[in-house]
């Protein structure tokens, strides 16, 4: 997978989603050719639990049926044979990309790789597997307090991808600001997937630290993945497309 910007369809149904997909023409010179029929490839997108819970697997076939590439973001943390068996749930919808928290360790990791490898074993191109650091929404403070987790939170980052490298896993989500501590880590090939992006410095949202595209790229991010600064722009083709021309 090349670099590549996904939209984060954080919407309440499927209509709410297929309506924003009509909206958007993808405006970029790459095309691919597929049994011989010229293909203009469509945003890649992010489906999160709200949708996903909502409309169930269909939403998965229809985006796919569309011709988009889905990151399917419903975080699992479980004990590695309820991970495992789940996956290859998800590996036989098939997702490009899939997550889990490094916070269930190694084995469970290492199962849900497995399990996602068996529920994709038809597809030419294998889904990735990513895993969640720490939530950006838990800061240091919170590690310290409640997790009584004691330790720096960027230690605990680079550790819980170190995990994820050793169970096989593609890489992780973090921040654009982690990027290059976590390819120092983990090697260049090790794919960092970053949430907390903003077009411009004003304006971060819930976000806490944010980067635009240029700054993710120039950081080494291999995927930004944006939600609102595309969604609900006014003119979210103009937005996008400026992601992808600062990104790509
Ligand atoms: O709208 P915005 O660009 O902030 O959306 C970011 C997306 O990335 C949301 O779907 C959010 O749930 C997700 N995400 C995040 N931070 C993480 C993990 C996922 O913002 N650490």
């Not at 939530?135 to 960027?154: G, N």
Request: with cysteine.
């Amino acid at each position: 997978m090349a670099k590549d910007v996904i939209i984060a369809c954080d919407f309440a149904s499927a209509d709410e989603t297929v309506k924003f997909l009509d909206r958007l023409t993808r405006i970029r010179d790459e095309v691919v050719k597929c049994d011989d029929i010229t293909v203009i490839p469509r945003p890649f997108v992010k489906i999160g639990m709200e949708l996903f819970y909502a409309e169930g697997p269909q939403i998965i076939k229809t985006l796919k049926d569309r011709g988009h590439k889905v990151f399917l973001d419903l975080k699992l943390h479980d004990i590695p044979n309820t991970v495992k068996k789940t996956m290859k749930v998800l590996g036989e919808y098939g997702v490009d990309m899939v997550n889990l928290h490094a916070a269930g360790g190694i084995d469970m990791m290492t199962a849900a790789k497995e399990g996602l490898m068996l529920g994709a074993a038809r597809l030419a191109e294998k889904p990735k597997l990513i895993a969640v650091t720490q939530l950006t929404s838990t800061d240091e403070e919170t590690m310290h307090r409640e997790l009584l987790i004691d330790r720096p939170l960027d230690e605990v980052v680079k550790q819980y991808a170190l995990n994820a490298k050793e169970a096989g896993l593609d890489g992780v989500v973090c921040s654009a600001f982690e990027a290059a501590a976590i390819h120092e880590a983990c090697g260049a090939g090790f794919l960092t997937v970053t949430p907390g992006i903003r077009l411009t410095k004003d304006g971060s949202d819930d976000q806490k630290r944010v980067m635009t595209p240029k700054e993710a790229k120039e950081a080494g991010s291999d995927y930004i993945v944006v939600g609102r600064p595309i969604t609900a722009a006014d003119k979210p083709n103009e937005a996008y497309s400026a992601c992808l021309e600062a990104f790509k």
